[in-house]
């Protein structure tokens, strides 16, 4: 209640991850009571905020040093940082994930892990709680570099988190310039 409604809407991307990553039904359950979320309804937003919360502990109780699985929290953030940076700013930090979020499905379908219908979805989710599924990159190769200076990469490689269904998910260090390039054309912002 105390955050603007933008900020409120950022922070749903974080949510929306939780269901992309692990629970499916949880991403249901957000479908569902999008009115009541969006509304401010008490016992909606505790139900979303503790189920996450939970979910959030048990990663970090498992992983406390973030060097396995805890990687996971970062769907969507690997272009999601960079497209902050890249931004300067202009955009909140859930809406770079949730932007980030859309790239990595496109790579995922591109793999054949994700059917069309599933990436589609994932973009009218992040749009159904009225956050960006497009922005204007004027230089899209500028995006790599930031990638590569980010914490999110290992030994020289990007790390993304993929999906191979809608709540589950992985880590893959072998994605490639041009997925990546593909990935960043789907949320780039035709010009007038």
Known sequence: HTLDHRQFLSGMAEIIKYGLIKDASFLNWLMDHRRQILSFDRIALLHMIQYCCVYKKEIVQEDPKDRGRRVIL?????????????????????????????????ISKDRGLLSHLDENTIQNVIKSFSLPTSTEIADPDALIPIMFSDKKTDAGHLRFVLLDQIGHCFCAEDVTLPEIKKAIAVIQKERD
Do not use: D, Q
Not at 76 to 103: D, P, Q, R
């Open 74 to 106: 970062n769907y969507g953030h690997t272009l999601g940082h960079a497209l902050e940076k890249y931004k300067n700013f202009s955009l909140l930090h859930g809406e770079c994930v949730g932007l980030g979020m859309i790239a990595a499905a496109r």
